[in-house]
């Protein structure tokens, strides 16, 4: 080697250490707790957004005459929470937007809250690990548990219980109605779409 090579030849315990430096969101980058199972959602990446939506057809809604639900939508959103004090990890929040549209009814019911936990102890984690994720409204407002499949291409989502409003509802619990799931509500394969589709239906 010359010397003008050597000059610029970096020490290999240099070179070790920067190849060493993690990316920005890789697994370290994720607090200790974490509920893994929401990777299969979206990745824990400040703003990364997954959409899922399903709309019924006029066939399908005739072949069940008990199905409300037209069509049905949720919108994952995560959030990186920096640390409040010195010594705290970094926190990715998983927020959720939920839409519909019901039978004979005009208008989209909306609601929004948190999926999975934003803490839990590792021996939590294990026996929750196979389980569904649950997603659910602030204030009692009950929610929605989630299975992701095809490798996050689809979700199977349970309802039972989910407090939702219209858009000019304004946050007036007076205004909100408990959608349940009924004898052909309960059970929904949704597909994955774009963020722009999803928003077509439900608005920003």
Same mark, same amino acid.
């Given at each position: ?10 020490? %290999?315990?240099?070179?070790?250490? /920067? ?10 980058? =994720? ?17 990364? !957004? ?12 005739? #072949? ?19 640390? !409040?004090?010195?010594?705290?990890? @970094? ?8 839409? %519909? ?6 208008? =989209?019911?909306? %609601?929004? $809250?948190?999926? $999975? ?8 984690? +294990? ?5 569904? /994720?649950w997603c659910g409204v ?6 929605i548990t989630l299975e ?8 199977? #989502? ?16 007076? +205004?909100? @109605? ?11 394969? @949704? ?14």
């Amino acid at each position: 080697m010359g010397r003008s090579m050597m000059r610029y030849a970096l020490p %290999t315990a240099v070179l070790l250490a /920067i190849l060493a430096v993690p990316p920005v969101f890789a697994q370290s980058d =994720i607090q200790p707790g974490f509920d893994k199972r929401l990777l299969l959602l979206a990745p824990a990446e400040d703003k990364a !957004e997954s959409c899922f939506l399903r709309r019924y057809d006029a066939a399908h809604m005739k #072949a069940r005459s008990k199905q409300r639900v037209e069509v049905i939508g949720l919108c994952v959103k995560v959030e990186r929470l920096q640390p !409040e004090e010195k010594g705290e990890p @970094i926190r990715y929040v998983y927020n959720f937007d939920f839409a %519909t549209k019901l039978r004979g009814r005009g208008g =989209i019911l909306k %609601t929004g $809250g948190e999926c $999975g936990f934003s803490h839990m102890p590792p021996e939590e984690q +294990k026996r929750i690990a196979s389980k569904p /994720i649950w997603c659910g409204v602030d204030c009692d407002g009950g929610g929605i548990t989630l299975e992701p499949r095809k490798e996050g291409g689809e979700l199977l #989502a349970r309802l039972s219980r989910i407090r939702v409003e219209s858009e000019c509802g304004g946050g007036d619990e007076s +205004k909100a @109605i408990d959608l349940e799931g009924g004898a052909d509500d309960k059970v929904f394969v @949704i597909p994955r779409v774009s963020v722009d589709d999803y928003r077509a239906f439900a608005g920003k």
